[in-house]
Nanobody
Framework: QVQLVESGGGLVQPGGSLRLSCAAS????????MGWYRQAPGKQRELVAA???????NYADSVKGRFTISRDNTRTTVYLQMNNLKPEDTALYYC?????????????WGQGTQVTVSS
């Protein structure tokens, strides 16, 4: 019902920046919250940032002040601007979307985009 496609990952040196994008298609009217999760090898998948509506945001403590999540006016694309990247940020980043309560609170995932921070 909802498809998510991430882009923008890559290799960057510590202190550098990347901008991830996630484009949603399908039944986008059902989406309430979009966000980014990441998973490093051997670790649990964790929430990085999320945005509900167009303005309400949540961030992991480890990325506050460095990452910014935003959403376009049509609610079809979510971005993650990542500044001052650290090696600890290396992970596979997944876009996530959740349906509103009225639509059953379904959860959808993108295929993931790799972010590697290394010198």
């Amino acid at each position: 019902q909802v498809q998510l496609v991430e882009s923008g990952g890559g290799l960057v040196q510590p202190g550098g920046s990347l901008r991830l994008s996630c484009a949603a298609s399908g039944s986008i009217f059902r989406i309430n919250t979009m966000g980014w999760y990441r998973q490093a090898p051997g670790k649990q998948r964790e929430l990085v940032a999320a945005i509900t509506g167009g303005t309400t945001t949540n961030y992991a403590d480890s990325v506050k002040g460095r990452f910014t999540i935003s959403r376009d006016n049509t609610r079809t694309t979510v971005y993650l601007q990542m500044n001052n990247l650290k090696p600890e940020d290396t992970a596979l980043y997944y876009c996530n979307a959740k349906e509103a309560f009225a639509y059953g609170q379904g959860v959808f995932w993108g295929q993931g985009t790799q972010v590697t921070v290394s010198s």
